[in-house]
């Protein structure tokens, strides 16, 4: 991974867009940090492949971890933290969900956190894994949260790392757009808006060279000849997450819950577009955290003060302690 960064490094310090990589629509010529696995199954009368990565661990019967990515991120951005878990003596299972990064972008999909549960539910019982702790970042918060509500008893513990769905943005009157509209936004990416936003958002206006591999990983298959492949996925995913917010059920969850998050998170899909009195109120993850631990029975609040969306890539080492002491914690009540 050192090796990859330090070519990314060297083409942004030489302002080389011409040798930016290019990728295939299911990320092919990005490589991952561990071997990539496949789940092969049928929906939509349709042959899928669920890639994922699997960190084994020595003991038989050891605990699982699950690690559900964000939108705008994929199974190897979990890597680091799938280490620390293995060491710490779990089993780690990272998918890449349909229709992101090196899974199948099936035409006709209809986007649902119910339906990608149900994959990874499929997924897990295929390795004979029936009870798992479940991460989720950003708007894999989302899909755990569902996860969670879908299948309490295959759930030992519920994580959420800033997830979206902390607030609804419809009904704080955020413009919707349609399917084809977002897709006109997602054909216009580029590194450039995705560098700039994320480091608004995800490292709270503090760029680190190692971040820029997880930008070059997406921008890369919006430069390969499935952009519009990728660019049509990626804006059925907007409407997925911006009409299914979760919140509302977070006084149905019944598993011990811990949520990490970085305040200085101003994640808000739709900001751009709302009206100036809202836009300035959404995305506040201080106020939205306090608030959901409220709700959901018995959760736990991990504050991480000066981290924003992605704390466990911003600063890993004081995310990753936080996280393993409050899953040992969670584990003895």
């Known amino acids: 991974m050192k090796k990859i960064i330090a070519l990314f490094c060297l083409a942004i310090s030489c302002g080389a867009q ?10 092919q010529g ?32 050891a605990p699982v971890a699950v690690l559900m990515h964000g939108k705008n991120f994929c199974a190897a951005t979990w890597h680091d933290t799938a280490l620390v878990l293995q060491k710490a003596g779990m089993r780690v299972i990272v998918p890449d969900q349909i229709g992101f990064c090196k899974s ?22 295929s390795l004979k894994i029936e009870k798992a702790t479940i991460v989720g970042h950003s708007m894999g918060g989302m899909l755990a949260t569902r996860y969670a509500l879908m299948y309490p008893e295959a759930v030992t513990q519920l994580v959420l790392v800033n997830p979206l769905g902390l607030e609804d943005w419809k009904a704080l009157g955020v413009p919707t757009l349609s399917e084809d509209q977002w897709y006109a936004r997602e054909l216009n990416q580029t590194d450039e808006r995705m560098r700039n936003y994320q480091l608004k958002t995800y490292y709270a206006n503090e760029w680190k060279p190692e971040y820029e591999p997880w930008v070059q990983m997406i ?9 519009e492949t990728v660019a049509r996925h990626s804006a059925q995913a907007y409407v997925m997450i911006f009409h299914q917010p979760v919140l509302y059920e977070f006084p149905n969850i019944k598993v011990p819950t811990l949520l990490l998050i ?72």
């Open 219 to 227: 921008a890369g298959m919006y430069r390969g000849p499935g952009k």
């Open 104 to 125: 199948s972008k099936p035409i006709g999909y209809e986007y649902s956190f119910a339906e990608l549960a149900s994959n990874t539910r499929a997924l897990l019982k």
């Open 18 to 27: 011409a040798d930016a990589p290019v990728y295939g629509p299911e990320l």
């Open 30 to 61: 990005f490589e991952y940090p561990a071997p990539v696995l496949s789940f092969n199954f049928v929906a939509y009368r349709q042959p899928m492949q669920m890639a994922y990565l699997d960190y084994p661990s020595s003991k038989p019967k």
């Open 262 to 333: 970085g305040e200085k998170d101003t994640t808000a899909i739709g900001r751009d577009m709302a009206s100036e009195p809202i836009k300035y109120t959404m995305g506040n993850y201080r106020a939205l955290s306090l608030k959901a631990v409220k709700t959901i029975p018995g959760a736990q609040l991990v504050l991480f003060p000066d981290l924003g969306h992605a704390p466990q890539v911003q600063n890993p080492d004081r995310f990753h302690t936080a996280l393993v002491n409050q899953l040992v914690a969670l584990e003895g009540n």
